[in-house]
């Protein structure tokens, strides 16, 4: 009996998917809750797990293509493995396939992200040769990465004659189809350009008292909470104190009103292996320090390894964006709608300030606010990104909320 696996209903708003990477072939034994593909849509990879225990009989969709909810993609004949005729064991063993690489039928195979799943089918890798340096030795997307490193340098060394052959001068070419996720981003942020009147301002911040606050307090605190004090806390909770003082920053435009939002949900905008993606901090002006801290690791993780959800992803009312990390020194983000302004962080650097008539060496960041002039006057701005640099060159400010 053929069981129909279909696509899942898809997240409200999205329309449609793509198949993005199958997990199995047709023949293959597959069990009961197993994953089976991957389909990508605008913002999440949702897995589609079979119903039963049989044989994929038939994919009815390949990779790349463009599927609606509920639509038929494969067929799993429901206990054929088990109900398949006894053969001879000479016969048996003439038509047994050869057996695949033993990275693919551990239990090791079903634990890796499908980040991690789709880089070892695209660079044909066996698994086994992969040392992981994960938990109870699980093979990460950064073994991967190495081990296709490795790969690339011995091609290179052992083939330079193939190298040199190509004609003098010969330029290549690829054509790639944007993913989903980077579609949705190209139109989203050329819509912001298009409806809003952005203009970014700019201020410095001294991080020496944050800084040295981290550095009294960073063993006792992650003793105590579990998590390490970074500076994204102490960043999203001087935008809290800002936002509370300038509520226009924190409201949105919809046709010809302004919706002034009572709650503080900010997103976090982040680097994951299919693009851009913004996991939204819900109610954080009541998150500790610690529990600002945790969230934003558990959608680091969630975003390393493709499970994000619609809900991690939806709505937000201020955006924290922190160019730093891959060594930004100034930048002028774009405001991600409907909200009217992003807050953008950069790396940090020695610089030679003046204090109390002297010149000293301090560690300094550029701080931009992106806003939408439509709603946000530039006196508002200014005052924001005053008040955010006020509450880190005095900590003590966040917690007297002064």
């Known amino acids: 009996m053929a069981t129909e696996i279909k696509v899942p209903i898809l997240p409200e708003s999205v329309a449609e998917a793509t198949v993005a990477a199958w997990h199995k072939k047709v023949g293959d034994a597959v069990s009961v809750d197993e994953n089976l593909v991957d389909i990508e849509t605008e913002k999440v990879v949702l897995e589609v797990p079979s119903t039963v225990d049989g044989v994929l009989t038939e994919i009815k969709f390949e990779e790349g293509a463009t599927v609606e909810e509920q639509v038929v993609i494969a067929l799993v004949e429901e206990g054929a493995a088990a109900e398949a005729p006894a053969e001879s064991a000479p016969a048996a063993a003439e038509k047994a396939p050869a057996p695949e690489p033993a990275a693919d039928n551990n239990d090791d ?53 193939a190298a040199s052959s190509a004609p003098v001068g010969e330029r290549g070419e690829r054509r790639v189809p944007m993913t989903r996720l980077r579609a949705t981003i190209a139109r989203r942020l050329k819509e912001a350009q298009d409806t809003q009147a952005m203009l970014t301002t700019f201020n410095d911040v001294n991080l020496q008292r944050v800084m040295d606050v981290r550095r009294e307090y960073k063993e006792a605190f992650e003793k105590k909470h579990g998590t390490r004090l970074g500076f994204m806390s102490f960043f999203v909770k001087a935008a809290i104190e800002a936002l509370r003082r300038f509520p226009a920053v924190n409201a949105s435009i919809d046709g010809s009103d302004i919706v002034y939002h009572d709650f503080y949900d900010v997103g976090i905008a982040a680097s994951s292996p299919r693009g851009l993606v913004v996991p939204v901090l819900r109610d954080v002006d009541q998150m500790s320090f610690a529990e600002v801290e945790k969230q934003i690791g558990v959608y680091g993780a969630k975003a390393k390894e493709g499970k994000l959800t619609m809900e991690d992803l939806t709505g937000g009312t201020f955006t924290v964006s922190n160019g730093g990390v891959f060594g930004s020194m100034l930048s002028t983000p774009i405001v991600n709608p409907p909200q009217s302004a992003i807050l953008g962080m950069h790396r940090i650097e020695e610089r030679p300030v003046a204090e109390n008539g002297e010149v000293v060496i301090r560690p300094m960041m550029y701080l931009a606010l992106t806003y939408d002039h439509r709603i946000i006057d530039g006196k508002e701005s200014v005052m924001f990104l005053r008040t955010i640099k006020e509450c880190l060159e005095d900590p003590t400010r966040l917690l007297l909320e002064i």
């Not at 634990?111 to 086994?128: G, Q, T, W, Y």
């Not at 699980?138 to 190495?146: A, F």
């Not at 490795?150 to 060394?157: G, L, R």
């Open 109 to 161: 195979a079903d634990k890796r992200s499908p980040a991690v799943k789709k880089l070892v089918a695209e660079h044909n890798i066996d698994a086994s040769t992969i040392s992981g340096s994960g938990k109870n030795g699980r093979i990460l997307k950064e073994d991967v990465l190495k081990a296709i490193s490795a790969k690339d340098a011995t091609a290179t060394k052992a083939e330079p004659a």
